[in-house]
């Protein structure tokens, strides 16, 4: 699995063909999917939201991972040496820099979340959802978990800790090895729990929520969140994807790959929506209750279902631990640049990347009502933590994914491209229409759509 790197020469591969996209898909099934995606949805309007995300992880989701995956496996390195190997002298490995930079920030506030996760793995366990609750109970008892700052921070320090622990010690063939086990055993509990919802009473409205289109509920900003959700979702936009191919042997197929990833990333975010829309509305909550959505509708219905602790429990679980397959791949993005680039160890590097991505996890773990400036700034009324989710994870992606698909589209060209994806035989069948997307599509829609927020100012 990923690099247990000494050094440049003895550079790690992935184990297998199943290794890598294990690995890959790892890193895209995580919060993004389970916890981001249902409460996006919920509040920009329900199905119209979710066709054009669907949309955009087809026409700009899956060419931009092929770019990223080409350009790792062609340069071997990290994002900011890769670009350096492919425009030497160049501001491109800015672009290198803006990803290492997004990965740090990313990871911190993701961190609160997984962090919730695992709080709420033991909560459940120990019997907290063991009996009916209504939803306004749920989200009391959410409120007071997330505003306790000492709770909230350690569980953010043991999150960062455990993700350190697997990125610094080379424990990653275990991951592999467990992840090819725990994903279907997420996706087997997600389908038992979708089923277990449909029959609620109430839960058609949901359903139609999430599933009957109406377009009168798409506004600009629509696109720029269904396009910041797919990026977020399929990790992509910072070089991820770029280190996670560099670490692959030039007989994978990358395009059938990208593929892969996109459709189990995209299958377990439509999924988790059809466990959640349907409960939410049989308890009468509000779609657009923000960030805390899967952790006030889901312990609504773990009281009523039968063995709902055993299965409520196991899905958080396995929650934290897609979260983790998703944050060893985000710290994984500044220590590659430290080991490549700076001849770090590797501890070392994973030690101060760890800890500062802890230190700025701080002000949002601390912005769910524990400290009230960071839970609404001033100014902007947000919160700490959904500040840097929206600049982090969602424009930062969509600019460093405009300029990929710039560079592999014009700078690098897309024969070079083809040229390293049809190595050793593979066919690229789809060549050209992915040619077309990466210099047309991807580049005007994600400019359009960051054009429209600069000049209207609706940037949140
Ligand atoms: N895709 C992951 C999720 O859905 C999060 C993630 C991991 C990510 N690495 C990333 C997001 C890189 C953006 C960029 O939970």
Not at 137 to 154: C, H, K, L, T
Not at 299 to 317: A, C, N, Y
Not at 380 to 386: A, K, P, R, V
């Amino acid at each position: 699995m990923e690099g247990r790197r000494v050094d440049k020469v003895e550079r790690g591969t992935w184990g297998s063909r199943v290794g890598f996209l294990m690995a890959a898909a790892g890193s895209a099934i995580g919060l993004g999917n389970i916890w981001r995606f249902p409460y996006v949805t919920g509040q920009n309007g329900g199905a119209a939201f979710v066709l054009i995300y669907v949309a955009f992880v087809v026409l700009i989701g899956i060419p931009v991972m092929i770019a990223e995956f080409t350009i790792g496996r062609s340069t071997q390195k990290n994002p900011i040496g890769a670009f350096e190997t492919l425009a030497p002298g160049s501001w491109w490995r800015w672009v290198g820099v803006l990803g290492v930079v997004t990965g740090i920030g990313i990871l911190s506030f993701y961190s609160v979340v997984a962090g919730w996760t695992v709080g709420y793995f033991f909560k459940t366990l120990t019997g907290a959802f063991s009996h009916e609750i209504a939803g306004e109970e749920s989200a009391r008892i959410f409120g007071q978990f997330i505003g306790n700052p000492g709770v909230s921070i350690a569980l953010l320090f043991a999150f960062i800790a455990i993700t350190m622990y697997v990125v610094a010690g080379g424990i990653a063939d275990g991951i592999e090895r467990w992840s090819k086990v725990l994903m279907p055993v997420l996706f087997g509990i997600l389908v038992l729990l979708a089923v277990y919802a449909l029959t609620l009473e109430g839960a058609s409205k949901g359903l139609e929520f999430y599933l009957k289109p109406d377009l009168s509920k798409v506004r600009a900003g629509t696109f720029a969140k269904a396009l910041g959700q797919a990026l977020f979702s399929l990790s992509l936009g910072m070089g991820t994807m770029i280190t996670y191919g560099s670490y692959l042997s030039k007989k994978e197929n990358l395009a059938v790959s990208a593929g892969y990833v996109a459709l189990f990333d995209t299958v377990i975010a439509l999924l988790a929506g059809l466990v959640i829309f349907p409960t939410l509305f049989a308890m009468g909550l509000n779609p657009a209750g923000g960030a805390g959505l899967v952790f006030v509708v889901l312990p609504t219905i773990f009281g009523k279902m039968p063995l709902g602790t055993v299965f409520g429990s196991l899905f958080f679980l396995l929650l934290a631990l897609a979260a983790l397959t998703s944050t060893i791949s985000l710290l994984e993005v500044p220590v590659a640049y430290l080991v490549d680039e700076k001849r770090w160890p590797r501890r070392r590097a994973v030690l101060s990347m760890g800890t500062l991505a802890f230190v700025l996890g701080i002000p949002s773990a601390l912005s769910q009502g524990a400290v009230s400036v960071l839970s609404a700034l001033p100014r902007i009324g947000m919160g700490f933590l959904d500040l840097m989710n929206a600049l982090f994870g969602n424009y930062s992606l969509s600019v460093g994914s405009l300029l990929i698909a710039i560079f592999v589209g014009y700078r690098w060209g897309v024969r070079n491209a083809v040229r390293e994806i049809e190595q050793d035989g593979t066919r690229f069948a789809l060549a050209a229409h992915w040619a077309f997307l990466v210099r047309f599509i991807c580049p005007v829609a994600v400019a359009v759509i960051l054009g429209y927020i600069l000049l209207t100012g609706q940037y949140f």
